[in-house]
């Protein structure tokens, strides 16, 4: 924890968001070592195991009432821990259909024939429409979540980010941000714009990559930037080939983003981010 911390600080970072792998003893650590501000907290932090499963397999969205109470459950454990260490955020994945909905073979078909380089817009038609067809039950869950969520975050000071999803069959989609988001104030709900999972829906054909930041009356509250490689992301900036630049556009009006890549990327590519970053816009 506090070597992290001390790591990320050398590199030229400000801030540190927790992840939702992160143990709670890590957490304690990071926080007690205050060398870094820990800026937001990404739910369901800390990583606890449910039923022999880290608890972000549970599904916000879930039409089982008991599934869906256990995750609000961790996700306020989240909430509560960005209180306690003056986190200005947590970022939320609003859960996604069930895995009996048939969107979850077609996304998968659909990224096979993509990664086989064979045609698959038409495979990816077929899963977007289905995705639509069976989102209702599961975005009314995940509306009730939400306003459970607000209920606590709005009391501590903390605003809920809606992550953009690197899946078909996740929470939210672009047409579905405005109705989340309707009723809140954006110092409650925003859009948190995830660079790599926007990128990865956007190659597959299901949106346009900067749909998020054209659907009314919602607010980007932060962004994960990463690079991505054909379809996999978390890749370090400038390891990938994303237009990064084309995303800081959309971006300028943050204050700060968080570098999200994954613990294998070379450190040197670690530090040298920030320059690169700031060269592109960011």
Known sequence: GAEFARFAQDAGYDAIEISHSTPAEKIEAI?????????????????????????????????????????????????????????????????????????????????????????????????????????????????KTLAELVEVASLLGVTLGLESRLNLPEFPLPLELPALVDGYTPEQVGYWHDVGHAEVLWRMGYIDRFDWFREPGVRCAGAHVHDVTQLTDHRAPGAGDVELAEHARHLSGLDAVTLEINQHQPEEQVRMTIPLLRSLGF
């Open 31 to 143: 926080h007690a070592a205050n060398i870094l501000p820990i800026a937001s907290v990404h739910q369901p932090a800390p990583l606890r195991q449910v039923g022999g499963r880290p608890n972000s397999n549970l599904n916000l969205a879930a039409i089982d009432e008991d599934e869906r109470k256990l995750a609000v459950f961790h996700t306020l454990d989240s909430i509560r821990l960005a209180g306690e260490v003056g986190a200005d955020a947590v970022i939320v994945h609003l859960g996604h259909l069930g895995g009996t909905s048939r969107a979850w073979a077609g996304d998968r078909e659909a990224r096979r024939l993509f990664a086989a380089g064979t045609p698959h817009r038409e495979a990816a038609g077929r899963a977007l429409a289905v995705r639509l067809a069976d989102a209702p039950p599961y975005l009314e869950a995940a509306r």
